[in-house]
């Protein structure tokens, strides 16, 4: 390495105290004059501002981007945004320099660049305002290559190749964080057939030249954990069967990691425990000859089985919302839920009845049963931000909803549902036809399939989000509402780094009419527009037909999120989409939209504010396809993301 500066350190100081006292001898022997004194003054106190780095630049790395090597966490690099201030310069230091190119030198060695060298200086950009640049040079070196990979220790069991999914191959390059990979691949898959006690570690031996190197993993599998026995603790108001039904191993079964983390994510699913752990002892009996048998000790803490909940928001079209919850999770002490909603906005007043019974008949079916009460009303194409739309029509309504739901995978969930709904018109704008409003019953059953693998419900960085949907309406003959509803969503996350994020969301669904109906019912039809998708309208602007449409498709195209500044983040998107109001009684009568889709564009930014207990959320959409009699863009303003 390099030296950096002119003078050391010591010197500087030196010579800042020297000048100090020849400026109060200064002053003592010439007092009138003030302006010299002055600018000797200046000159002391410019002296000891603090160096900073303007730009960090880093030459002759072939193998990895810059971009990638500043991400390591180098201390001396320039940012335009951070956590202390926005074109946030550091402060430049030896120190600080040291740790930057040994952070460097660790990756470099990490990745089989055994022979790197790195030089680094400093270039004044300018004295007067303090700001250097620093420069690091590298030369990567040959790189070393893996010659073999051999196993030793205790053998695994026979029908298990761990060599399938390794990452470090022969003739590929050293990668310490490939061989850390494959030892946590090693346990995972020992722990996921029952030696949970296994152990693995490496070695590796270099050629003289050190541009070779065999790596050797050592296996201790350990014995094969068995179940002895369970011990549960913690349970005050829970019976001991509502534990024990989420366990996922039986006594004297082999226990597997997989066991052990669903069985803990379904003691927490259940709602009815705060803090759970799952352990398991030494061998049962230190007189026992097998000792691969162990106790499993299951500790929980209960909590609160009372919640009650408040809530008071805005949402662009419905306006101000308020909601209140309360509900009880522990009837008969068998998890047993119990809950009461009431909710207002606008466009929406009613209450809501449930209850939730966790297994039926000791199988992990969800039961589900919800009466509501409420008052709808649907409004007009909204004129814009803070203003009310002119309601359409408006109607009470009541509906039982019941559903029966099972988890086949820790992602996958299937549902049956079945609706009855009466309703009950009071209100019906001159504009709509009459005949428009369908029969006053319905009677649905449906199935519904989901598939969930984002990061976060709420704030998703990566995974993805499949729905799809059949129901069937008309099931009990004329009296009802005849109609088949298809729908589906498909929503993706893409992570650019550690702070951009790509989203992307298809949505489309579809009505046909059977039987004796002529028309899907006012209230089942499909809106889209909104805070949602098409944010370049406001809802209800979209369509041909104001009261709905009985196909959709609306595609986010892409939307890119990143980050601005601490809690605040930005997006930049793009819409497209169209609704279709087609009353047809065969898929055929929906040719001419596939034909020609006439489908509408739009593109816009907006800021998302990350609350500590929810995302507030404000997009301004602009119409790229405007058409006469319709406004430029749209301002919307919701709660959490747009999907």
């Not at 003959?477 to 498909?490: F, P, Q, W």
């Not at 034909?595 to 995302?615: C, M, Q, T, V």
Request: proline content about 4%; some cysteine.
């Amino acid at each position: 390495m390099k030296a950096f500066c002119h003078r050391c350190r010591s010197t500087s100081l030196q010579n800042v105290a020297v000048r100090r006292i020849c400026f109060t001898l200064f002053l003592i022997a010439f007092p009138g004059h003030s302006q010299a004194a002055k600018h000797v003054q200046d000159s002391i106190a410019t002296s000891t501002i603090q160096t900073r780095v303007g730009r960090l630049i880093i030459k002759g790395n072939k193998s990895f981007s810059s971009l990638t090597l500043k991400g390591l966490g180098l201390a001396l690099d320039p940012k335009i945004y951070s956590r202390k201030k926005l074109f946030y310069k550091p402060a430049f230091s030896f120190p600080r320099l040291r740790q930057d190119t040994a952070l460097i030198r660790q990756w470099y060695e990490s990745n089989g660049f055994l022979k790197i060298a790195i030089q680094a200086d400093t270039i004044t950009n300018s004295a007067h305002e303090h700001i250097v640049n620093v420069r690091i040079h590298i030369t990567e070196g040959p790189r070393t290559t893996v010659t073999g990979v051999i196993f030793s220790g205790i053998p695994p069991d026979k029908k298990l190749d761990l060599g399938k999914d390794m990452l470090v191959q022969k003739q590929g390059p050293l990668k310490i964080a490939d061989i850390d990979a494959d030892i946590r691949m090693f346990i995972e898959t020992l722990g996921n057939r029952g030696y949970l006690e296994a152990t693995a570690n490496y070695h590796c031996t270099f050629s003289s030249d050190s541009l070779g190197a065999q790596v050797e993993y050592t296996i201790h599998t350990g014995p094969h954990i068995r179940v002895d026995s369970i011990q549960i603790s913690g349970l005050h108001g829970v019976r001991d069967r509502v534990v024990r039904r989420e366990l996922r191993f039986k006594e004297k079964h082999v226990l597997t990691n997989k066991q052990l983390r669903n069985t803990i994510n379904n003691l927490y699913g259940t709602n009815l425990f705060g803090f759970v752990v799952v352990s398991y002892d030494s061998p049962a009996s230190p007189d026992s000859l097998n000792d691969s048998l162990r106790i499993v000790r299951i500790t929980v803490l209960e909590t609160s089985f009372l919640t009650v909940e408040t809530s008071i928001g805005y949402q662009t079209y419905e306006s101000i919302c308020g909601r209140a919850d309360a509900s009880y999770d522990n009837f008969a002490q068998l998890g047993i839920r119990g809950s009461a909603s009431l909710y207002a906005n606008y466009l929406l007043q009613g209450i809501d009845l449930g209850i939730v019974w966790p297994w039926i008949f000791e199988v992990p079916v969800t039961f589900n049963q919800t009466a509501s009460f409420y008052h709808r009303r649907e409004g007009g194409p909204q004129p814009a931000l803070f203003e009310f739309p002119n309601i359409l029509w408006a109607g009470y309504f009541t509906a039982l909803h019941s559903c029966l739901s099972y988890q086949l995978t820790s992602r996958i969930k299937t549902s049956i549902t079945h609706t009855l709904e009466t309703r009950s018109i009071d209100y019906i704008s001159a504009s709509i036809n009459p005949d428009s409003v369908g029969n006053p019953f319905t009677h649905s059953i449906g199935f519904s399939i989901t598939q969930d693998s984002r990061s976060d419900m709420v704030d998703p960085h990566k995974g993805n989000f499949s729905n799809a949907l059949i129901e069937v309406s008309g099931i009990t003959g004329t009296k009802s509402n005849h109609y088949v509803r298809l729908e589906g969503d498909e929503r993706v996350y893409f992570p650019l780094g550690e702070s951009f994020i790509i989203a992307s969301a298809l949505r489309a669904g579809i009505e046909r009419l059977y039987g004796q109906s002529t028309v899907v019912p006012i209230d089942q039809k499909f809106y889209i527009g909104g805070p949602d998708v098409m944010r370049g309208f406001y809802p209800k602007t979209l369509g041909s037909d104001t009261t709905g449409g009985t196909f959709y498709m609306a595609w986010n195209v892409g939307e890119l999120r990143f980050p601005i500044y601490k809690w605040f983040r930005g997006v930049a998107f793009f819409d497209m989409g169209n609704l279709w109001n087609i009353q047809g009684t065969s898929f055929g009568d929906y040719r001419s939209v596939f034909n020609k889709p006439d489908f509408r564009y739009n593109a816009g930014a907006g800021i998302r504010i990350h609350l500590p207990i929810f995302i507030l959320s404000l997009d301004a959409g602009f119409k790229l396809d405007k058409r006469p009699g319709e406004g430029l863009y749209a301002i919307q303003f919701n709660l959490g993301n747009s999907f």
